[in-house]
């Protein structure tokens, strides 16, 4: 079981309102990004960082941002949630290089509603 | 464009028996092709990583094939229990990734009854 941690895990929240999905990693990954993830779909890669003050955009444009300023963390923010952001967040780290690429533990996601 | 397509899109079986999960995909250059369970509101946990010398890896019950050249994955499932019953997502590495970004297909949902 890999120790990458998520909350809140489940959120329900009006329009408008500010929020932050918190994400953090006890391995020392410097790696880490955030999927989105509708039911019955793929996964879709929208932030991921090299590590501590790397933050990139990911192929699918996301009006969040995210912040990395510790090694274990790496927070994700709406600023105006709308109910087109209401999905699945997955959260995901990798440091160690296994069979040539990195292998990508995931933590338990967070199922944003946004009413 | 980079895909990764799985097939049947769900499944249904009886405890107790076997399956096999396709997978086909388009990434190149190719890097390694992974299997991962996803339980219901949970994030995905990785079964087997499988490089382009590898045809075959098994872990426990579940046993993936690659094959390189026609650009096929199967996972199969032996002796089928209730735990079972997740999505089962195929997901390739590209060559040129540095960064390890990965591309991902739908799944397919098995749901296993007693």
């Known amino acids: 079981e890999a120790d990458i941690y998520q909350t809140p895990r489940y959120l329900v929240i009006g329009t408008g309102k500010k929020i932050t999905l918190e994400c953090s990693q006890t391995?020392?990954?410097?790696?880490m990004y955030w999927y989105q993830q509708d039911p019955g779909m793929e996964l879709h890669l929208i932030h991921y960082?090299?590590?501590?003050?790397?933050?990139e955009k990911g192929d699918l444009s996301s009006e969040s941002t995210v912040s990395r300023i510790r090694t274990e963390h790496f927070p994700l923010t709406l600023e105006s949630a709308r109910p087109s952001h209401t999905s699945q967040y997955l959260c995901?780290?990798?440091?160690?290089?296994?069979?040539?690429?990195?292998?990508?533990?995931f933590g338990p996601g967070t199922r944003l509603t946004v009413t | 464009k980079n895909q990764v397509e799985q097939s049947p899109q769900s499944l249904i079986i009886l405890e107790g028996k076997n399956c096999t999960l396709q997978?086909?995909?388009?990434?190149?250059?190719?890097?390694?092709l992974r299997w991962y369970k996803q339980d219901t509101g949970r994030g995905p946990v990785s079964l087997t990583i499988?490089?382009?010398?590898?045809n075959t890896k098994s872990n426990g019950r579940y046993t993936a094939t690659l094959d390189a050249d026609t650009k096929q994955s199967s996972l199969h499932i032996t002796a089928s229990q209730l735990s079972d019953s997740a999505s089962y997502i195929c997901v390739v590495s590209d060559r040129g990734s540095t960064l390890g970004r990965l591309y991902f297909g739908r799944g397919t949902q098995l749901t296993v009854w007693p």
């Open positions: 960082s090299y590590g501590v003050n790397s933050t």
């Open positions: 995901a780290s990798s440091g160690l290089r296994t069979s040539a690429s990195y292998e990508q533990y």
């Open positions: 391995m020392g990954h410097d790696k």
């Open positions: 997978c086909n995909y388009t990434v190149s250059p190719f890097s390694n």
């Open positions: 499988m490089t382009f010398s590898e």
